[in-house]
């Protein structure tokens, strides 16, 4: 029995020695979630400005085709009423808008990707920081689970301590 004690005292040791070494795993994980916290934070703060960004190209596309169409109308207007030179002075300002909304519809799909992205991005994050949670629950119970396991054994082995003394103060008797 006493290579078994002895042998469980080691095994005993080594554990707690290594647990000692080893970095809380429930304060890294919460370190961890603060980490993400602070990313999601900032995330939120550029999907924000790249959304405005988005909004403010869509109106000068709204505007833009607006334009047009109040260009395109007159135009019609001017045929239907007969006065032809009204009309081309009409169809060459429809031409202009034309080429400006042209000009600016990429911008706006370039615009309009990005705020995607960056979407897509705060929604990962956030589905990412939902399972850390759950994860640092887990991790936290599992330690609680460990630290517990600790001391029973701790009180395991004061108890085959005392029951040795106590043998051993009897054989001295």
Do not use: W
Request: aromatic share 4%; charged share 30%.
């Amino acid at each position: 029995m006493g290579i078994l004690s002895r042998f469980s005292d080691i095994v005993s040791a080594n554990i707690n020695a290594l647990l000692d070494k080893a970095e809380d795993p429930s304060k890294m994980i919460d370190q961890y979630l603060r980490n993400a916290m602070d990313d999601l934070a900032q995330v939120k703060q550029e999907t924000a400005s790249v959304m405005a960004e988005e909004s403010r190209c869509k109106r000068m596309v709204d505007d833009a085709q607006a334009e047009v169409d109040k260009y395109a109308g007159l135009a019609k207007k001017a045929l239907q009423s007969g006065s032809e030179s009204d009309a081309r002075v009409f169809i060459a300002e429809k031409q202009k808008a034309e080429t400006r909304l042209a000009a600016i519809l990429p911008t706006y799909e370039a615009a309009k990707a990005n705020a995607d992205k960056m979407r897509q991005m705060h929604d990962k994050l956030q589905s990412d920081i939902e399972q850390l949670r759950a994860r640092r629950n887990n991790i936290k119970a599992t330690v609680a689970v460990a630290k517990t396991q600790e001391r029973v054994n701790k009180a395991s082995d004061a108890m085959d301590n005392s029951g040795r003394s106590i043998a051993a103060f009897e054989r001295m008797e």
